[in-house]
């Protein structure tokens, strides 16, 4: 079998080598996961760097073929896609030529999770969207025959379209089984906190906060935590729309969603709101995130339109 030893002597070189492992950080949860699998909490813990930081990193590893996931309840555990890739990350390590050429087919064949809301009508489609529906109009944790009944779906393809939609982080289940977030609404508390006409909800990021007043055109108050400085950010909206403030938004790249397997967990947390431009601009950065910062009112639009679909009546 041919082979490529490598003559440097630190990770440096290595990243060169392989090129989708130019970040340091990533080849350290390559050699961290040849030990064992882990969880993204373990990671956090062993390297030392904020979860949605090394949850981008490890889309970008998934999106490329290195690793692979697997559910395991409420917890994605994470391992090496390729039998003994790991060892290319250590200096002057053998690395096998076919895992390089599988890592570069992997990343050809792997298909995207993209960020729009609707993407063409199919059933797990159908049944967020109800979800959705259901959870803004009763605020409560939603029984899965209750959602059954309302589709008039059978209970396996209703099963089937639920685990997938989980798995890839577009709907919130509780222990009990029931539907508690769908399309970015949460009935139980969550990342960020609003007040929607008068009713207590909850969002997965800080772009939801904006589609989702937006598209049901409410009158309330969202509350939001800065990643830059850990303060509160308030903002005011009056039939869906936010009121002047100098805060903005940071939406993380669709390149980003494409490479993600759960939106919730890896996209979600990236999206943020800021004081001002300068400190989103500083926090992506420091973070390696691509994406826009964007002014509260372009952010409204942009959302809007996202959202407006899950309140329609056809598919």
Known sequence: MNSIVLASTDTTAAARFFRVLGDPTRLRIVEALTERERTVGELVELIGQAQPRISTHLACLRHCGFVTTERRGKEIVYRLALKGFGQGAQPGRRVAEPDCRAACDLHQDRSRLGLSLLDGGDFSNRVRKAAFQDLLATGSP??????????????????VALDELDGAGRIRRDEEGRVVGSGGLSVVPDRHKIELDGREFWTWCAYDILGIFGATRSTGTAWSRSP??????????????????????????????????????EWCPNSNLFEEQARA?????????????????????????????LLSGGD
């Open 142 to 159: 939603l029984a899965v025959d209750t959602l059954a009944s309302t589709m008039g779906c059978p209970p396996d393809k209703r099963a």
């Open 228 to 265: 830059a400085t850990d303060a509160t950010i308030e903002v005011h909206f009056t039939a869906g729309q936010p009121a002047p403030t100098g805060a903005v938004l940071f939406r993380p790249s669709d390149s980003l969603a494409a490479c993600c397997t759960n939106v919730y967990e």
């Open 281 to 309: 601009q500083t926090w992506s950065a420091s973070h390696a995130l691509a994406g826009s910062v964007l002014s509260l009112d372009k952010a409204s639009q942009l959302a809007t339109a996202e959202w407006i679909p």
